[in-house]
Nanobody, 121 residues
Framework: QVQLVESGGGLVQAGGSLRLSCSASGRFFSINVMGWYRQAPGKQRELVAVISRGSITNYADSVKGRFTISRDNAKNTVYLQMNSLKPEDTAVYYC???????????????WGQGTQVTVSS
């Protein structure tokens, strides 16, 4: 029903910045919440930031003040601007779309394939 494609990952030095993008495509009418999660080697996947259709945001404490999430509903795209990156931000970052309303019903917890972010010290 919905496909999510992330882009913008890469290798950056500590203190640098990256901008991730995630575009949603497929047959749907609306997406309630979009967000970013990350998973570092040997660790569980964790929330980074989420944003509702009405632009209400929530951030993990570890990224507050450094990361900014935004979305363009017309383009079905969510962004994550990451500044002041630290080595501990190194992880695979996954895009998530929750409560996607489409012609065949509503789907929850849809995931992209992930994009690698590596921050060198």
């Amino acid at each position: 029903q919905v496909q999510l494609v992330e882009s913008g990952g890469g290798l950056v030095q500590a203190g640098g910045s990256l901008r991730l993008s995630c575009s949603a495509s497929g047959r749907f009418f609306s997406i309630n919440v979009m967000g970013w999660y990350r998973q570092a080697p040997g660790k569980q996947r964790e929330l980074v930031a989420v944003i509702s259709r009405g632009s209400i945001t929530n951030y993990a404490d570890s990224v507050k003040g450094r990361f900014t999430i935004s979305r363009d509903n017309a383009k079905n795209t969510v962004y994550l601007q990451m500044n002041s990156l630290k080595p501990e931000d190194t992880a695979v970052y996954y895009c998530n779309a929750d409560k996607v309303v489409g012609p065949l019903g509503t789907s929850y917890n849809n995931w992209g394939q992930g994009t690698q972010v590596t921050v060198s010290s």
